[in-house]
Protein backbone atom coordinates (compact mmCIF):
# COMPACT_ATOMS: atom_id res chain seq x y z
CA UNK A 1 0.00 0.00 0.00
CA UNK A 2 1.22 3.46 -0.90
CA UNK A 3 -0.16 6.75 0.68
CA UNK A 4 -0.68 9.54 -2.89
CA UNK A 5 -2.65 12.82 -3.26
CA UNK A 6 -6.03 12.08 -4.90
CA UNK A 7 -5.10 13.43 -7.99
CA UNK A 8 -2.15 11.61 -8.65
CA UNK A 9 -3.75 8.33 -8.55
CA UNK A 10 -4.77 7.66 -11.84
CA UNK A 11 -1.50 8.77 -13.37
CA UNK A 12 0.17 6.31 -10.95
CA UNK A 13 -2.02 3.60 -12.08
CA UNK A 14 -1.82 4.05 -15.18
CA UNK A 15 2.16 3.54 -15.11
CA UNK A 16 1.57 0.59 -12.84
CA UNK A 17 -0.65 -0.90 -15.90
CA UNK A 18 1.83 0.23 -18.03
CA UNK A 19 4.44 -1.46 -16.52
CA UNK A 20 2.39 -4.37 -15.71
CA UNK A 21 1.77 -5.07 -19.66
CA UNK A 22 5.06 -4.82 -20.40
CA UNK A 23 6.96 -6.76 -17.97
CA UNK A 24 4.04 -9.60 -17.89
CA UNK A 25 2.74 -9.04 -21.57
CA UNK A 26 3.28 -12.86 -22.28
CA UNK A 27 2.17 -14.47 -19.39
CA UNK A 28 -0.68 -11.68 -18.04
CA UNK A 29 -3.44 -14.28 -19.36
CA UNK A 30 -2.56 -16.79 -16.16
CA UNK A 31 -0.86 -13.78 -14.06
CA UNK A 32 -3.07 -11.46 -13.21
CA UNK A 33 -2.52 -7.67 -11.85
CA UNK A 34 -4.99 -6.30 -9.07
CA UNK A 35 -4.57 -2.67 -8.09
CA UNK A 36 -7.07 -0.70 -6.14
CA UNK A 37 -7.51 3.46 -4.50
CA UNK A 38 -9.24 4.30 -1.42
CA UNK A 39 -10.02 7.90 -0.83
CA UNK A 40 -10.92 9.33 1.50
CA UNK A 41 -11.16 12.96 3.49
CA UNK A 42 -7.87 14.21 5.15
CA UNK A 43 -10.06 14.30 8.46
CA UNK A 44 -10.95 10.62 8.12
CA UNK A 45 -9.20 8.25 10.25
CA UNK A 46 -6.29 7.00 8.68
CA UNK A 47 -6.84 3.28 10.59
CA UNK A 48 -10.36 3.36 8.90
CA UNK A 49 -8.41 4.24 5.38
CA UNK A 50 -5.74 1.25 6.17
CA UNK A 51 -8.57 -1.35 7.01
CA UNK A 52 -10.00 -0.36 3.84
CA UNK A 53 -6.98 -0.79 1.87
CA UNK A 54 -6.53 -4.08 3.18
CA UNK A 55 -9.90 -5.26 2.41
CA UNK A 56 -9.55 -4.23 -1.24
CA UNK A 57 -6.47 -7.04 -0.96
CA UNK A 58 -7.96 -9.53 0.05
CA UNK A 59 -9.72 -9.25 -3.84
CA UNK A 60 -10.92 -13.01 -4.21
CA UNK A 61 -10.47 -13.95 -7.74
CA UNK A 62 -13.49 -16.84 -7.12
CA UNK A 63 -14.36 -18.22 -10.36
CA UNK A 64 -12.52 -15.26 -12.77
CA UNK A 65 -10.19 -17.88 -12.95
CA UNK A 66 -12.59 -20.63 -15.07
CA UNK A 67 -13.91 -17.82 -16.99
CA UNK A 68 -13.84 -18.35 -20.77
CA UNK A 69 -13.04 -15.23 -23.68
CA UNK A 70 -14.14 -15.24 -26.95
CA UNK A 71 -10.99 -14.62 -29.64
CA UNK A 72 -12.28 -11.72 -31.69
CA UNK A 73 -9.20 -10.97 -33.47
CA UNK A 74 -5.36 -11.92 -34.28
CA UNK A 75 -3.39 -9.35 -35.49
CA UNK A 76 0.35 -8.19 -36.06
CA UNK A 77 0.79 -4.56 -34.36
CA UNK A 78 3.31 -2.30 -35.01
CA UNK A 79 1.73 0.79 -33.45
CA UNK A 80 1.22 0.33 -29.52
CA UNK A 81 -0.16 2.05 -26.84
CA UNK A 82 2.23 5.07 -25.41
CA UNK A 83 5.23 3.59 -23.52
CA UNK A 84 4.20 0.18 -23.45
CA UNK A 85 7.64 -0.96 -25.60
CA UNK A 86 9.88 1.61 -23.96
CA UNK A 87 13.36 0.16 -22.55
CA UNK A 88 12.77 -3.27 -24.23
CA UNK A 89 13.25 -4.96 -27.62
CA UNK A 90 10.65 -7.49 -27.17
CA UNK A 91 7.69 -5.46 -28.20
CA UNK A 92 9.73 -5.43 -31.73
CA UNK A 93 7.05 -8.02 -33.14
CA UNK A 94 4.05 -8.03 -31.22
CA UNK A 95 0.86 -9.81 -31.16
CA UNK A 96 -2.14 -7.90 -30.72
CA UNK A 97 -5.36 -10.14 -29.44
CA UNK A 98 -8.51 -9.00 -28.82
CA UNK A 99 -11.14 -11.06 -26.80
CA UNK A 100 -15.02 -10.94 -25.58
CA UNK A 101 -16.21 -12.27 -22.28
CA UNK A 102 -19.63 -13.65 -21.91
CA UNK A 103 -20.49 -10.30 -20.55
CA UNK A 104 -19.57 -8.64 -23.85
CA UNK A 105 -16.16 -6.86 -21.94
CA UNK A 106 -13.51 -6.50 -24.60
CA UNK A 107 -9.79 -6.03 -23.94
CA UNK A 108 -6.98 -5.99 -26.43
CA UNK A 109 -4.32 -8.99 -25.01
CA UNK A 110 -0.42 -7.08 -26.61
CA UNK A 111 1.81 -10.62 -26.81
CA UNK A 112 5.76 -9.87 -27.04
CA UNK A 113 6.80 -11.99 -29.70
CA UNK A 114 10.65 -11.47 -29.42
CA UNK A 115 13.13 -12.46 -26.65
CA UNK A 116 14.58 -9.85 -25.02
CA UNK A 117 17.56 -8.99 -28.08
CA UNK A 118 14.50 -8.35 -30.40
CA UNK A 119 15.27 -11.05 -32.65
CA UNK A 120 14.78 -14.52 -31.67
CA UNK A 121 11.41 -15.73 -31.31
CA UNK A 122 9.58 -16.45 -28.52
CA UNK A 123 8.56 -20.25 -28.41
CA UNK A 124 8.40 -20.88 -24.80
CA UNK A 125 6.38 -18.49 -22.63
CA UNK A 126 3.48 -17.07 -24.48
CA UNK A 127 0.67 -19.52 -24.33
CA UNK A 128 -2.83 -19.44 -23.41
CA UNK A 129 -5.08 -22.21 -21.97
CA UNK A 130 -7.13 -22.70 -24.64
CA UNK A 131 -10.66 -25.14 -24.45
CA UNK A 132 -11.61 -25.77 -28.14
CA UNK A 133 -9.20 -28.48 -30.33
CA UNK A 134 -6.04 -27.90 -31.02
CA UNK A 135 -4.98 -31.24 -32.74
CA UNK A 136 -4.36 -28.99 -36.15
CA UNK A 137 -1.87 -26.64 -34.40
CA UNK A 138 2.01 -26.82 -33.91
CA UNK A 139 3.04 -25.55 -30.63
CA UNK A 140 0.77 -26.76 -28.06
CA UNK A 141 1.07 -28.98 -25.03
CA UNK A 142 -0.67 -29.91 -22.05
CA UNK A 143 -0.79 -28.05 -18.46
CA UNK A 144 -2.51 -27.87 -15.10
CA UNK A 145 -4.80 -24.91 -15.37
CA UNK A 146 -5.11 -22.30 -12.48
CA UNK A 147 -8.89 -23.65 -11.89
CA UNK A 148 -11.01 -22.06 -8.89
CA UNK A 149 -11.75 -25.40 -7.57
CA UNK A 150 -8.44 -26.77 -7.40
CA UNK A 151 -8.90 -29.32 -10.36
CA UNK A 152 -5.90 -31.53 -11.09
CA UNK A 153 -7.18 -31.84 -15.09
CA UNK A 154 -4.76 -30.91 -17.54
CA UNK A 155 -5.80 -28.36 -20.43
CA UNK A 156 -4.10 -27.78 -23.90
CA UNK A 157 -2.25 -24.41 -24.11
CA UNK A 158 -1.38 -23.24 -27.56
CA UNK A 159 1.09 -20.57 -28.72
CA UNK A 160 -0.42 -17.22 -28.90
CA UNK A 161 0.36 -17.23 -32.56
CA UNK A 162 -1.76 -19.54 -33.07
CA UNK A 163 -4.61 -18.52 -32.02
CA UNK A 164 -7.72 -17.92 -34.42
CA UNK A 165 -10.66 -15.65 -34.42
CA UNK A 166 -13.44 -17.83 -32.67
CA UNK A 167 -11.25 -19.50 -30.00
CA UNK A 168 -12.53 -19.96 -26.44
CA UNK A 169 -9.40 -19.04 -24.09
CA UNK A 170 -9.25 -19.10 -20.70
CA UNK A 171 -7.90 -15.43 -19.38
CA UNK A 172 -7.79 -14.11 -15.74
CA UNK A 173 -8.27 -10.32 -16.64
CA UNK A 174 -6.31 -7.38 -14.50
CA UNK A 175 -8.61 -5.55 -12.92
CA UNK A 176 -8.77 -2.05 -11.22
CA UNK A 177 -11.38 -1.13 -8.26
CA UNK A 178 -11.62 2.21 -5.83
CA UNK A 179 -13.91 2.92 -3.01
CA UNK A 180 -14.35 6.67 -1.76
CA UNK A 181 -14.73 6.62 2.00
CA UNK A 182 -17.44 9.25 2.82
CA UNK A 183 -17.59 8.04 6.13
CA UNK A 184 -15.33 5.81 7.79
CA UNK A 185 -18.36 2.98 7.85
CA UNK A 186 -18.57 3.08 4.65
CA UNK A 187 -14.78 0.65 4.44
CA UNK A 188 -17.45 -2.19 5.10
CA UNK A 189 -19.44 -1.58 1.51
CA UNK A 190 -15.33 -3.58 0.04
CA UNK A 191 -16.69 -6.76 -0.05
CA UNK A 192 -16.23 -9.01 -3.51
CA UNK A 193 -18.03 -11.90 -4.51
CA UNK A 194 -16.54 -14.25 -7.41
CA UNK A 195 -14.63 -11.30 -8.25
CA UNK A 196 -17.63 -8.99 -8.45
CA UNK A 197 -19.09 -5.95 -5.88
CA UNK A 198 -22.04 -7.19 -4.86
CA UNK A 199 -23.30 -3.49 -4.64
CA UNK A 200 -21.83 -2.53 -7.78
CA UNK A 201 -23.10 -3.11 -11.75
CA UNK A 202 -19.74 -2.90 -13.29
CA UNK A 203 -16.92 -2.89 -10.55
CA UNK A 204 -14.31 -3.98 -10.22
CA UNK A 205 -13.14 -2.72 -13.85
CA UNK A 206 -10.65 -4.36 -16.03
CA UNK A 207 -7.34 -2.92 -16.15
CA UNK A 208 -7.86 -2.36 -19.77
CA UNK A 209 -10.85 0.15 -19.22
CA UNK A 210 -8.44 2.87 -17.34
CA UNK A 211 -8.65 4.40 -21.09
CA UNK A 212 -12.48 3.72 -20.94
CA UNK A 213 -12.35 6.01 -18.19
CA UNK A 214 -10.50 8.79 -19.17
CA UNK A 215 -12.39 8.56 -22.58
CA UNK A 216 -15.89 8.75 -21.25
CA UNK A 217 -14.77 12.10 -18.99
CA UNK A 218 -13.00 13.53 -21.99
CA UNK A 219 -16.37 13.32 -23.81
CA UNK A 220 -19.00 14.30 -21.33
CA UNK A 221 -16.94 17.14 -19.50
CA UNK A 222 -14.65 18.46 -22.76
CA UNK A 223 -14.36 21.70 -24.51
CA UNK A 224 -17.94 20.52 -26.21
CA UNK A 225 -19.52 18.74 -23.38
CA UNK A 226 -21.48 19.62 -20.76
CA UNK A 227 -21.67 21.81 -17.26
CA UNK A 228 -21.20 20.36 -13.74
CA UNK A 229 -24.56 21.05 -13.32
CA UNK A 230 -25.94 19.36 -16.33
CA UNK A 231 -23.64 16.65 -15.67
CA UNK A 232 -24.89 16.25 -12.22
CA UNK A 233 -28.48 16.48 -13.72
CA UNK A 234 -27.76 13.63 -16.19
CA UNK A 235 -26.32 11.13 -13.76
CA UNK A 236 -29.26 11.98 -11.40
CA UNK A 237 -32.39 11.38 -13.85
CA UNK A 238 -30.50 7.84 -15.38
CA UNK A 239 -29.29 6.57 -12.13
CA UNK A 240 -33.53 7.76 -10.56
CA UNK A 241 -34.86 5.74 -13.60
CA UNK A 242 -32.35 2.32 -12.97
CA UNK A 243 -33.38 2.69 -9.23
CA UNK A 244 -37.05 2.31 -9.97
CA UNK A 245 -37.08 0.20 -13.37
CA UNK A 246 -34.42 -1.73 -12.41
CA UNK A 247 -32.89 -3.40 -15.05
CA UNK A 248 -31.29 -6.88 -14.64
CA UNK A 249 -27.63 -7.24 -15.63
CA UNK A 250 -28.81 -9.62 -18.39
CA UNK A 251 -31.29 -7.19 -19.89
CA UNK A 252 -29.03 -4.32 -20.16
CA UNK A 253 -25.52 -6.19 -21.80
CA UNK A 254 -28.06 -7.73 -24.27
CA UNK A 255 -29.66 -3.61 -24.87
CA UNK A 256 -26.29 -2.74 -25.13
CA UNK A 257 -25.28 -5.47 -27.72
CA UNK A 258 -28.66 -4.75 -29.85
CA UNK A 259 -29.07 -1.10 -28.84
CA UNK A 260 -32.55 -1.93 -28.37
CA UNK A 261 -34.62 -1.93 -24.72
CA UNK A 262 -36.37 0.66 -22.90
CA UNK A 263 -33.37 1.62 -20.36
CA UNK A 264 -31.00 1.94 -23.44
CA UNK A 265 -33.19 4.06 -25.31
CA UNK A 266 -34.10 6.00 -22.19
CA UNK A 267 -30.26 6.53 -21.53
CA UNK A 268 -29.79 7.84 -25.52
CA UNK A 269 -32.47 9.81 -25.03
CA UNK A 270 -31.21 11.84 -22.08
CA UNK A 271 -28.07 11.86 -23.31
CA UNK A 272 -29.21 13.40 -26.90
CA UNK A 273 -31.41 16.07 -25.09
CA UNK A 274 -28.45 16.82 -22.96
CA UNK A 275 -27.59 20.74 -23.11
CA UNK A 276 -24.30 19.95 -25.30
CA UNK A 277 -22.42 22.68 -26.36
CA UNK A 278 -21.78 20.83 -29.55
CA UNK A 279 -23.51 17.97 -29.66
CA UNK A 280 -21.43 14.28 -30.20
CA UNK A 281 -21.94 12.36 -33.45
CA UNK A 282 -24.14 9.50 -33.22
CA UNK A 283 -21.20 6.72 -32.52
CA UNK A 284 -20.14 8.53 -29.66
CA UNK A 285 -23.62 8.84 -28.61
CA UNK A 286 -24.47 5.37 -28.56
CA UNK A 287 -20.95 5.06 -26.91
CA UNK A 288 -22.09 7.20 -24.17
CA UNK A 289 -25.39 5.06 -23.67
CA UNK A 290 -23.57 1.93 -23.51
CA UNK A 291 -21.36 3.54 -20.59
CA UNK A 292 -24.67 5.10 -18.87
CA UNK A 293 -26.77 1.85 -19.20
CA UNK A 294 -23.72 -0.62 -17.47
CA UNK A 295 -23.00 2.07 -14.67
CA UNK A 296 -19.28 3.11 -15.82
CA UNK A 297 -20.42 6.41 -16.62
CA UNK A 298 -22.50 7.00 -12.80
CA UNK A 299 -18.56 5.92 -11.46
CA UNK A 300 -16.63 8.02 -13.79
CA UNK A 301 -18.45 11.22 -12.73
CA UNK A 302 -18.18 10.05 -8.78
CA UNK A 303 -14.47 9.36 -9.43
CA UNK A 304 -13.10 12.54 -11.20
CA UNK A 305 -16.27 15.32 -9.80
CA UNK A 306 -17.03 13.73 -6.34
CA UNK A 307 -13.81 12.24 -5.62
CA UNK A 308 -11.04 14.32 -7.97
CA UNK A 309 -13.18 17.39 -7.69
CA UNK A 310 -12.50 18.35 -11.40
CA UNK A 311 -14.29 20.69 -13.46
CA UNK A 312 -15.54 20.28 -16.65
CA UNK A 313 -13.86 21.69 -19.61
CA UNK A 314 -16.40 24.29 -20.45
CA UNK A 315 -16.42 26.01 -16.62
CA UNK A 316 -12.72 25.85 -16.78
CA UNK A 317 -13.08 27.79 -19.94
CA UNK A 318 -15.54 30.61 -18.83
CA UNK A 319 -13.52 30.83 -15.64
CA UNK A 320 -10.59 31.86 -17.47
CA UNK A 321 -11.88 34.02 -19.76
CA UNK A 322 -13.77 36.19 -16.78
Request: aromatic content about 10%; overall charge neutral; proline content about 4%.
Amino acid sequence: MALLPAECTLDVIHSLKTKYEREMGKVRNRLPLHLGAIYFHRRTPLRAAVDAGRRMLKYDLGCAKDQLWTVESIEQKLSLPSGLATGTQQFDQTIAVTIKNDDDRCLTWYVPAKMGDGQTPDKWYPYIFIQNDVSDRQHTFKALPPKSDGSNEKCWLVHAEELRAGDRVYFTSATFDFQWLDSAGERFEIAYNNGKRPNHLIRPFLLDELTTIRKAWDTIAGNNGLTANQIYALRDLIEIKRENWKPSADNWEQDCQQQTGMFWLFCRDAINNANWKSKPEKESVFQLTDWAVSGLLADVIQLYMGVMKQKPQREENNEQSE
